[in-house]
């Protein structure tokens, strides 16, 4: 029950305004890598939308690797944690950037196994989101070297208050937007909750 807790401080309630505040942090420590931390989160947010449309619309997967949709959830906690923890370090110590970004990896990847799956989705939706999310995380880090950022303590401290108070608040996804516009679009009737392979496994375990 505590990891399946703990999985839904994953979700757009708290990482949307984890992504805020480091948007915050790099518009008044490097104002230029704002735009680059906004393509890095654009980017990301859509591949998971266009699967989760592509799935809920039209039934689009890949049954071979039972992979229906990318876990939102993952790659939010993949692409936040590091990027912030690295960002932290920065501020500390320059030369700890990238062994807080390992170590930032290493703690989305236990929380998109053990608490992401199987409670919100099946461990390679939850793996594949990781995934995702973990290579935008080191790609825009990346990009970063060639500019100095170094976030302010009160920021990083007002910072801290936000996301506390987000995590306390009610949580909220996507999903009910998602089944909207993918009938919407695709015209079906309903939206696609399941693949219909693991459907046909739940039948054949009940009976």
């Known amino acids: 029950m505590i990891r399946e807790e703990l999985a839904q401080y994953g979700g757009i309630t708290v990482m949307i305004p984890a992504a805020v505040v480091i948007a915050v942090w790099l518009w008044y420590s490097r104002p230029q890598a704002v735009k680059w931390w906004l393509m890095t989160i654009a980017c990301t947010y859509s591949i998971v939308a266009f699967s989760k449309l592509l799935f809920k619309g039209w039934g689009v997967a890949l049954q071979q690797v039972d992979i229906a949709v990318l876990s939102g959830h993952a790659m939010n906690t993949s692409l936040m944690v590091p990027v912030a923890m690295s960002l932290v370090a920065r501020r500390v110590n320059p030369e700890w950037r990238w062994p807080a970004a390992i170590a930032g990896m290493l703690i989305a990847g236990w929380f998109s196994a053990y608490c992401v799956a199987p409670y919100i989705h ?75 392979w693991r459907t046909s496994s739940m039948q054949l375990n009940a009976e």
Not at 152 to 169: D, E, F, H, N, Y
């Open 122 to 196: 099946p461990l390679n939706e939850a793996l594949a989101g990781g995934f995702l999310g973990g290579m935008a995380a080191l790609a825009f880090l990346w990009r970063l070297e060639v500019v100095e950022v170094r976030v302010s303590p009160s920021l990083i401290g007002g910072g801290m208050v936000i996301l506390l108070l987000s995590a306390m608040a009610p949580k909220y996804n996507a999903e009910k937007l998602l089944n909207h516009v993918a009938v919407a679009v695709s015209g079906a009737d309903q939206a696609h909750q399941e693949p219909s």
